[in-house]
């Protein structure tokens, strides 16, 4: 299972959505607070509080970074 923590609005975090839907990769959507300050949970994952963050539990992998997040997902389930 996927989990991709967003934030509303966050063009980068769409297009990681858009990519996961045009992969047809199931995942959950964990919507975080606008306030770096409040992501408390973000951090603990990945070690930062910017946003998108995956986690791939099949793989076991937690990463960062749109462009990275995208290009991992081409590679895994393209």
């Known amino acids: 299972m996927v989990t991709l923590y967003q934030l509303e609005g966050c063009p980068y975090c769409e297009l ?5 839907d045009e ?3 199931d995942y959950d959507s964990v919507w975080v607070e ?6 408390d949970e ?3 994952i990945s070690g930062q509080r910017q946003v998108p963050v995956i986690i791939d539990d099949e793989y076991g ?9 995208i290009d ?5 389930y393209a």
């Open 61 to 69: 992998v937690t990463m960062a970074e749109s462009e990275r997040i």
């Open 72 to 76: 991992y997902l081409d590679q895994t």
């Open 16 to 20: 990681v959505a858009d990519r996961l």
């Open 42 to 44: 973000v951090k603990r």
């Open 23 to 25: 992969l047809e990769v």
């Open 34 to 39: 606008g306030l770096h300050s409040k992501r």
